[in-house]
């Protein structure tokens, strides 16, 4: 059974920090594109970055570009997300989602296999 649990949300002030991790297990990792994606409260679910099985692509949102950076350790089965100078508009339930297609890199949340449950980002101004 494939499981990806996310960690290290919380309330941070505009300016902040915050890394966010994934956990996966059940899963050969490493043959796994990762995404990271968020949902804010009325909004549809969309996009943040994504990194390749083995690391060596990325791919960012315009609106994360230079704020986020998105990194995997595939001996610990775990895909983090760096977040810097966050902003309220960062608020967000963020996810993590694993594509079986290792080199994709896709925007498309329907061409993610498995999904998280969630972890809550909060910015305040």
């Known amino acids: 059974q494939v499981q990806l649990v996310e960690s290290g949300g919380g309330l941070v002030q505009a300016g902040g920090s915050l890394r966010v991790s994934c956990v996966a297990s059940g899963l050969s990792f490493r043959n796994y594109a990762m995404g990271w994606f968020r949902q804010a409260p009325g909004k549809e679910r969309e996009f943040v970055a994504a990194v390749s099985g083995g690391g060596g692509y990325t791919k960012y949102a315009d609106s994360v570009k230079g704020r986020f950076t998105i990194s995997r350790d595939n001996a610990k089965n775990t895909v983090y997300l760096q977040m810097n100078s966050l902003k309220p508009e960062d608020t967000a339930a963020y996810y993590c989602?694993?594509?079986?297609?290792?080199?994709?890199?896709?925007?498309?949340?329907?061409?993610?296999?498995?999904w998280g449950q969630g972890t809550q980002v909060t910015v305040s101004s």
């Open positions: 989602a694993a594509d079986h297609l290792s080199l994709r890199l896709t925007l498309r949340d329907t061409e993610y296999d498995y």
